[in-house]
């Protein structure tokens, strides 16, 4: 190891000048960006000064900048400055002026003058040493271009840590590329920090030139984007923290680039990092604003659109919010703003960009009034930069604005607001709409807005004229917004002649253009003025023609803004208010002045209430004044609605009853009026109504009197009915459909004209005239129905009449709109008109469907809709009844006056000739019936004998129609079930008994094939048996036959209700009618109870259990329980499934219950068996196979009853009942008493009798088993005194059994147990039944693996007898098998206990085992049990194996691995070897397996792959000292291993392939090395000596065979051990290397054995080559001992693989031997074999030179001189190989040096 001094000094001589080695200064000087290395050395500095000053100068010609250097780096004194003569302070300043030089002269490095200036810097101050950074700086972005190589080529060794990456390429001379330089600056921070300094250096210095700024904004652009790509691993937060650092890495260059004002293209850069970090950096909103306002602060004009972009970007990944103020106010100042984002727009999003500043500019709005933004937000909006949600939200955001407003503080604000907004509203296409629906949504009330702002918001559309066709919209608001006011007075005309009043039902010309003139003119009071006076209007003769007021009234009545509305009031007001004539009766306007009462806005309404005071000043209520008003002239009079009968019909009022409407109804409630719109109708209805009766005199005598109540009603209805505006007839009828009749007079009479005129309209016009005046055409159909009432025939005969199409409407709408009005009075509808107009529906809604008449299909749809969705009385049902068609009516002949019956209460088809009459009959039936049962039938049980009338006469039409007509059967049976439940529920309702049809029932049940009819019928039979048994009990049993062959089958849950409901309701006064017979009950219904049981394979599984269970409750459990059972088991035998079934059946029931069933049961087996059975004939003999044999319907019957007594619960109930020791518990007693009695008896008259004899000692085992343990255990002892060895056998099973179950904590059981088993050994050594042993040695094994802990003397007493002659001595292998396997549980209970038995034991299981290996498949069970047992004597007692046990189990085990035995064999071998290689001491089993190698050896593979696995087992298992205790013994072995290729290739077995044997060999080595890995160098050197001594030499001379075959193991052991141990025991080759030379120089090419050994031994030298840390082959005695034998063997090159095995070890050697004499002589060595005579020696050495140089590089190559002319010669070579191998060689040898060698080679 080299000291720390000479780790200093090695430091100083790195560092140093080297002033004295003159080579190195010789070096140095050299080093040139112009010139060759050769004639750079040779140069003087003063020919290199000339030189490179000439360029200089050139530099000053075109930059003034570079004279300044003339003074100091360039100035003739250069030439003696020496650096290393400088004092440091002298070098640092020349450093700054040497990059002052460098930053200006990067700009010019493509021209020949920078080369040659910067050349002078290399020369003289030796920068690429000293500035090294910076100089590579300068040039790199430069890096494509050769200069740059050259740069790089004269670099020092030790750059600096940032520019590692370009040491391949000054490796290979060869450019960085781009992709590399990019990589390093993304993955090296400290490149791209020293990248961005310089930049940041340069620019300061304003040194800066677009080529550098362009490759650095590139390089970093990628650089930072790839950064943020490689952050984006991880969990979420280290995703955070990574992205944080990449981003304020970046921030300090940002801030400072930014900062540059007079370098744009550096704040470019800036913008492209930027927008590259906005985009993948997912920065929060706070960091990304900042960016923003770093952006705008110092951008110029230059930088303003590209600027503008990166702030696009930056939006885009930032919240949908506003900009700050600062970015605002910088924003603000660029001109042309909002043209550049529309420009900018066409190419990316610009959206939230444009949303932030526009609310911004909002806000600014709002703040300070600052109005300089409101146009670029009206160019944004209107150019479509923002989407639509965007857009509602500024636009929102103005009209808050607008809302807030103070007026007094900023006049100017609103004006300004109101020209933006309305300028938006008039937006055109989508971006106008979407304006428009924001101020629809905005909570803001528009109208109210309107009048604060002056201004219309909503789009002024004065109507077109009807004599125009063309479209006016467009042209409206180009005219509105292009045109002024005084422009649009010039375009009215001045007069007219043919218009007389603007209400007039003719179409007026003029209106359209008047009321545009006086939308404009709303919004300024002077413009309204002058309107007002335009001659046309008339204004002075206004109370005298009625031109001037129709026009306003016609105004505030249509779909205007509130200003014009509440404009046009306001001048009507004012108009009324000025006249000086009071003579005028201006009743006309009144009721246009009470619609304005109910518009939506509360300035009209109130500019309405004052209109109506002003005009109740015309109709004063003095008595003076009231005879005038008689005589005053009527306003409008003769042409309000124009000169026809519009005008004429309508209704007027006398002055006084006007006055007193105005004073007493209207006027006091104007107020109210004003703050709700609704408020007029409420006026209406309190005082024009009539009288309720509960109303006082006082209250009445306030009234309107009645006569003037009916003239006003009639003077508004008239004026409803004939004014042309539908907005009024809605305002009108609003108020009027809130009165009754009034006198004769009710509201349908004189406002039924309206409906009618209604109804007439054709559906385009309705759609025209809703658009024009923007009402709901909905809204106005209810109105219009409104006007019907329930107490009027006249209004209801016109629904009618609508309903039967004798009046023709065009709508469906309106059509809806009747049935609404029909379901809404339908309630007060009384006595016949309700049946009649039920009727009416009735007949409407069974029009034919097929009709293509729309109207009609609606009206049809309607009238069913309506009477399905409304309560239908009992009586209106019933009509609907009665008239349903029959088949007798439909046939041709008049019916019979007897229906004819065929058989079974079929109906006689009696043929039909109209199929469209039957289709209709149907469909009348089906909607009527449809209609009985969603009415609730239960409520109407008059209608019982009307639907079996019915259910009749669907049987009819089932014949006619040739269909089940399954759903009409059940609607009905659904109705009459309903009916018959609230018979049961009321008993106050008395039941028509002739009305009910049990036999149709029967029909519905019997002969439809639809589960849903025969369910319904089946539930009404079981409501019908409990409230009338008499009428259906004859009936039931066909219907239970019936229901086994269907309903049982059905799997649904309406179904098992079905069956339920009909086994609970008809069952019980079934089985009470049975029992008044006075008969046995159970053969009565045997065949009710065969129906169910026939039907039990049909009933789905999971119902059965609950469906039997609940028919054998409602029979009666304690007499049937045990009839089903028993005819359960007689129809489909005592299979698997019907005796769990039987158990669950019977489980259900008490424990009484089900012995008491046991005890019929037995009985009817008994009744069975007599010579004349009673009542088992008739329950029983009912199979599908017709057994009449009673001996097997006996066996078959009574193999149930032992499944039934040995189920658990019934055990666990019967045992809790008879703890308790009370009467039922001696209830049970007495019952098990008969049971076991009963079944003793039976089994003595059925001795001889074998099958049905050992059937009943099941039942008898079964009824044992119900006893607790103790008591079981009596029995036990008691019944195996009995002499039938099977009974025997099953007793002591069934103990077996129960021991399972028994707990192991219960001290009972266990005393009960333990004393019971000296009576087990007693059979064990006493019985001669080997079965009997065998479940008496099962009954041992469990007793003492469950309680043998607990009393080990007895357990032991147990264990000598199973292991003596009387078990274990025994021939019956399955006899032996069981002792095996309880010798096994009593050794791990007895523990040492068990040795006495042992001897015995063993060698029994040992014999048994051999034995097995070599019998049949039987025997593997003893084999099993032999090792089972053997592995708990190892795991328990491991010293008792030892000596000739484990050879012997040894023997057995290599005999059992090669024998032909299944898996679990194996399995249970292998269990317990590995076992035994573990627990047994390492002497034993060591010696043991030493002794047992030539057995495994012999016997073949499998055992002996099992015996090294069980060898590397136990060397695992024991420690170090203990391995290395017993190494000679584990020599011994290997030595053997070693050597059983010799043995193996000898036999020349020919099972025994080569790929076998490698195999073994294989894991034999795997084994070695786990040992090696536990022995010392002390152990293992001589154990290897010997061993290669043993292999080389043990043999005699003439066995070269013998010899090489034991080496191959030998070396193939030894690579292993190589590659394993790799250094540390390099230096055991010295074992080797003799008798490896020996081997190499002796190989017999001719001989496959001797080839083989060749190979084994070059691959061993490879390892230890390759391994070698310690230079041992260095050494010149190991090396020259072995590298002239390899050498050698290229002579073998036609005979042996040279190249796969020879040169890999030559390769490895030089590699291994670093010195250079050592590579001089392997190199002589292979040339000379490079002139042999023989092409693939020649070959051989070329390949071998081409690996050594792909290996050694130009450590090998500095041979190259000594092998030119050898490759010279090989280049010429006779050979084509030899001569293209040479060539692939030349080429590698170039790719190494890095230049070519034809200069060489010439």
């Not at 007839?729 to 004189?750: D, F, H």
């Not at 658009?771 to 005969?797: K, R």
């Not at 293209?1780 to 590698?1788: A, C, D």
Request: hydrophobic share 40%; proline share 4%; charged share 25%.
């Amino acid at each position: 190891m080299t000291t720390s001094l000479a780790a200093q000094l090695s430091v100083i001589s790195a560092n140093s000048e080297k002033s004295l080695n003159l080579k190195a200064q010789k070096a140095a000087h050299s080093k040139s960006l112009i010139f060759e290395p050769r004639v750079a050395a040779s140069q003087s500095f003063d020919t290199i000064y000339t030189l490179c000053h000439e360029g200089f100068q050139e530099l000053c010609l075109l930059d003034g900048r570079f004279s300044d250097f003339q003074r100091d780096i360039f100035s003739e004194q250069s030439k003696d400055e020496d650096r290393t003569q400088m004092t440091a302070t002298e070098n640092s300043e020349l450093d700054k002026r040497l990059e002052i030089f460098l930053g200006l002269v990067g700009g010019r490095l493509r021209l020949s003058p920078a080369v040659k200036a910067v050349e002078w810097l290399i020369r003289r101050f030796r920068v690429h040493e000293r500035n090294t950074s910076f100089l590579i700086m300068t040039f790199l972005p430069y890096h494509t271009l050769p200069v740059f190589t050259t740069l790089l080529s004269i670099l020092p060794s030790n750059l600096p840590q940032e520019y590692k990456f370009l040491h391949p390429y000054i490796r290979s001379h060869t450019p960085p590329p781009r992709h590399a330089i990019v990589h390093t600056a993304t993955t090296n921070p400290s490149f791209a920090s020293a990248l961005n300094t310089y930049i940041l250096r340069i620019c300061q210095s304003r040194q800066n030139y677009p080529a550098l700024i362009a490759f650095w904004a590139g390089v970093m652009t990628e650089a930072t984007g790839g950064m943020l790509d490689k952050a984006r691993s991880g969990r979420k937060a280290v995703q955070q923290q990574n992205e944080q650092d990449v981003v304020l890495r970046l921030l300090p260059t940002l801030n400072e680039g930014l900062a540059m004002k007079k370098v744009p293209d550096l704040r470019l850069g800036c913008y492209m990092l930027l927008s590259v970090m906005a985009s993948k950096g997912g920065l929060d909103d706070k960091l990304l604003t900042a960016m923003m306002e770093a952006v705008v602060l110092g951008w110029t004009g230059e930088t303003t659109i590209p600027g503008l972009v990166c702030l696009s970007v930056l939006a885009q990944h930032r919240g949908a919010k506003q900009i700050t103020k600062r970015l605002a106010k910088e924003l603000l100042k660029v001109e042309n703003l909002s043209d550049l984002l529309i420009e900018l727009s066409k190419q990316r999003r610009v959206d939230r960009l444009a949303n932030g500043l526009c609310l911004a500019l909002v806000e600014r709005l709002r703040k300070n009034g600052d109005i300089s933004g409101l146009q670029i937000v009206e160019r944004v909006i209107g150019s479509q930069l923002l989407s639509d949600p965007q857009c509602c939200v500024i636009v929102k955001a103005l009209v808050l604005v607008a809302h807030q407003i103070d007026e007094d503080s900023n006049p100017t604000l609103g004006p300004h607001l109101a020209s933006s907004l309305v300028a938006l509203t008039q937006l055109p296409d989508h971006v106008g709409s979407v304006v428009r629906g924001a101020l629809e949504t905005t909570e803001v009330d528009i109208d109210e807005l309107e009048l604060k702002l002056n201004t219309s918001l909503q789009r002024i559309e004065a109507p077109a004229s009807h004599a125009e066709d063309v479209d006016m919209e467009d042209s409206n608001v180009e005219m509105t917004t292009t045109l002024d006011f005084s422009s649009l007075l010039q375009t009215l005309p001045k007069r007219t002649t043919t218009e007389l009043s603007f209400l007039s039902h003719d179409s007026s010309h003029i209106y359209p253009d008047l009321c545009r003139a006086f939308l404009v003119a709303t919004s300024n009071p002077s413009d309204l003025d002058s309107f007002d006076k335009i001659p046309i209007l008339r204004r002075d003769s206004a109370l005298e023609d009625t031109l001037y007021l129709s026009f306003y009234m016609r105004t505030w009545c249509g779909p205007h803004p509130v200003v014009a509305r509440a404009s046009a009031l306001q001048m009507a007001t004012r108009c009324l208010s000025a006249s000086k004539v009071d003579s005028v009766d201006l009743q006309a306007l009144l009721p246009y002045a009470i619609g304005a009462l109910g518009d939506p806005a509360s300035k009209v309404r109130r500019a309405a209430a004052e209109l109506l005071v002003a005009l109740n000043k015309f109709f004063p209520t003095n008595t003076e004044s009231k005879k005038k008003l008689k005589q005053l002239q009527k306003w409008a009079f003769d042409d309000f609605y124009g000169p026809g009968d519009d005008t004429r019909d309508l209704k007027w009022l006398s002055g006084d009853i006007v006055a007193r409407l105005l004073s007493e109804v209207v006027i006091p409630a104007l107020e109210e009026c004003v703050l709700d719109r609704k408020h007029i109708e409420s006026v209406f209805q309190r005082s024009l109504n009539g009288p309720r009766t509960s109303e006082s005199p006082k209250k009445q005598d306030q009234r309107v009197p009645q006569t003037s109540r009916a003239s006003i009603i009639a003077f508004l209805s008239s004026h409803a009915i004939h004014t042309p505006l539908f907005s009024l007839k809605m305002r009108l009828l609003a108020s009027l459909n809130q009165l009754r009749s009034v006198a004769s007079i009710s509201r349908t009479k004189v406002l039924l004209p309206i409906l009618q005129q209604w109804a007439s309209i054709g559906p385009a016009e309705v759609s025209k005239l809703c658009i024009e005046e923007q009402l709901d055409a909905v809204e106005i159909d209810d109105q219009a129905l409104m006007i019907i009432t329930s107490s009027d025939n006249e209004g209801f005969q016109y629904l009618a009449s609508i309903i039967s199409g004798d009046v023709v409407v065009g709508r469906s709408a309106i059509i809806d709109a009747v049935f609404k009005r029909l379901r809404a009075i339908w309630t007060s509808l009384k006595g016949e008109l309700r049946i009649s107009t039920a009727q009416m529906l009735m007949d409407s809604a069974q029009f034919p469907s097929n009709n293509p008449d729309e109207i009609r299909k609606s009206i049809s749809q309607g009238s069913a809709q309506l009477l399905q969705t409304t309560s239908l009385s009992t009586e209106i049902l019933l009509a609907f009844l009665e008239q349903l068609p029959t088949t007798a009516e439909l046939a041709d002949k008049p019916p019979a006056t007897k229906r004819r019956r065929t058989s079974h209460g079929e109906i006689a088809r009696t043929p039909l000739q109209d199929s469209k009459q039957l289709t209709a009959a149907m469909q009348k039936v089906t909607f009527v019936l449809q209609l009985i049962d969603s009415s609730d039938p239960g409520k109407h049980p008059e209608l019982l004998k009307g639907l079996f009338n019915v259910l009749a006469e669907l049987q009819h039409f089932k014949a006619q129609v040739a269909s089940e007509l399954a759903y009409l059967q059940g609607l009905v049976l659904n109705s009459l079930l309903a009916i018959i439940k609230a018979y049961k529920s009321d008993p106050s309702l008395k039941l028509e008994r002739s009305a009910i049809r049990a036999d149709l029932l029967v029909d519905c049940v019997q002969k439809t094939a639809s589960p849903q009819v025969q369910n319904a019928a089946l539930l009404l039979i079981a409501s019908l048996a409990d409230i009338v048994p008499e009428l259906v009990l004859h009936s039931v049993m066909p219907i239970f036959t019936f229901m086994g062959s269907s309903v049982l089958r059905h799997n649904d849950e309406y179904s098992a209700h079905v069956i339920s409901q009909t086994i609970r309701e008809v069952i019980p006064p079934l089985i009470s009618s049975l029992r008044k017979e006075k008969g046995n009950p159970v053969t009565g219904a045997a065949e009710l109870l065969l129906s169910f049981v026939a039907a039990y394979e049909h009933v789905p599984p999971h119902r059965r259990k609950g469906l039997f269970t609940s028919l054998v409750q409602t029979l009666g459990p304690e007499d049937f329980l045990f009839a089903l059972l028993a005819m359960l088991v007689d129809k489909y035998g005592p299979t698997e499934g019907i005796k769990a079934f039987a158990a669950d059946i019977a489980g259900s029931f008490s424990v009484e219950t089900q012995l008491q069933s046991a005890v019929k049961y037995l009985d009817l087996v008994g009744d069975v068996l007599k010579p004349k059975p009673t009542y088992s004939t008739t329950l029983l003999n009912a199979n599908d196979e017709g057994i009449s044999d009673p001996k097997l319907i006996a066996a078959n019957e009574i193999a149930l009853l032992p499944h039934l007594l040995s189920q658990k619960r019934l055990a666990s109930q019967t045992g809790k009942l008879l703890d308790r020791d009370d009467m039922d518990a001696a209830r049970i007693r007495d019952l098990y008493s008969t049971l076991l009695e009963n079944v003793l008896a039976l089994a003595d008259t059925l001795r001889d009798q074998k099958r049905l004899h050992g059937a009943c000692g099941d039942v008898l085992e079964s009824l044992l088993g119900l006893l607790s343990t103790s008591d079981f255990v009596k029995s036990v002892e008691g019944l195996l005194d009995r002499p039938s060895d099977s009974l025997r056998r099953k007793i002591l099973k069934s103990l077996e059994v129960r021991i399972d179950h028994e707990s192991p904590s219960d001290a009972n059981s266990r005393s009960a147990m333990l004393g019971f088993l000296p009576q087990l050994t007693a059979i064990i050594r006493e019985s001669k039944d080997v079965l009997y042993k065998h479940i008496a040695v099962g009954c041992v094994d469990k007793i003492s693996e469950k309680y043998g802990k607990k009393d080990l003397e007895a357990v032991a007493a147990a264990a000598e007898t199973i292991a003596s002659n009387h078990c274990l001595g025994q021939s019956d292998n399955r006899l032996r098998v069981m002792g095996l396997l309880c010798l096994a549980s009593l050794v791990e209970i007895l523990r040492e206990g068990i040795v006495s038995v042992l001897p015995s034991a063993i060698p029994k299981a040992l014999e048994y085992m051999e034995a097995s290996t070599k019998e049949d498949d039987e025997s593997q069970k003893l084999h099993n049990a032999g090792y089972a047992f053997i592995s708990a004597l190892v795991h328990h007692l491991p010293y008792m194996l030892s000596g000739g046990y484990l050879d012997k189990l040894l023997e057995i085990s290599n005999a059992s691995a090669e024998a032909d035995l299944d898996d679990s064999a194996d399995e249970s071998r292998m269990d317990c070897m590995r076992l035994a290689a573990k627990q047994i001491d390492a002497k034993s089993m060591f010696g043991a397996l030493e002794k047992d190698w030539e057995r495994a050896a012999g016997m073949g593979q499998l055992a002996l792959q099992e015996y090294l696995e069980i060898l590397s087992i136990a060397i695992d298992r024991h420690p170090k000292n203990v391995v290395t205790k017993y190494s000679p013994i584990l020599a011994n072995i290997f030595q053997n291993a070693f050597d059983l290729r010799r043995q193996w290739t000898v036999v020349a077995d020919e099972g025994l392939d080569s790929d076998f044997i490698a195999e073994i060999e294989t894991q034999v080595n795997e084994v070695a090395i786990k040992m090696i890995y536990k022995f010392n160098d002390a152990t293992f050197r001589p154990i290897l000596s010997n061993l290669v001594e043993w292999a080389s030499a043990s043999l005699p001379k003439k066995d070269e065979v013998g010899r090489n075959l034991r080496l191959q193991s030998i070396y193939g052991f030894m690579a292993v051990f190589f590659d394993n141990l790799k250094s540390i025991v390099t230096s055991y080759a010295t074992y080797l290397l003799d008798n490896a030379v020996d081997t190499l120089k002796n190989v017999n090419p001719k001989d496959e054995i001797s080839r083989e050994l060749w190979s084994r031994v070059l691959r061993t030298l490879v390892k230890c080559f390759e391994h070698d840390q310690d230079d041992f082959w260095q050494s010149p005695s190991h090396f020259s001992n072995v590298a002239p034998v390899l050498c050698a063997q290229f002579t073998n090159a036609s005979a042996l693989p040279l190249t796969e095995e020879l040169v890999p070890a030559i390769v490895e050697l030089a590699a291994a031997a670093e010195s250079s004499d050592h590579h001089k002589e392997l190199n002589g060595a292979i040339l000379k074999h490079m002139r042999s005579e023989t092409a693939s020696v020649r070959l051989a050495a070329v390949k071998c030179e081409q690996e050594l140089t792909d290996r050694l590089g130009e450590e090998w190559l500095s041979m190259l001189p000594e092998m030119l002319p050898f490759i010279s010669e090989l280049q010429e070579d006779d050979d084509e190989v030899v001569e293209k191998e040479t060539h692939r060689w030349i080429v590698k040898i170039e790719g190494v040096l890095g230049e070519s060698l034809d200069s060489m080679l010439q």
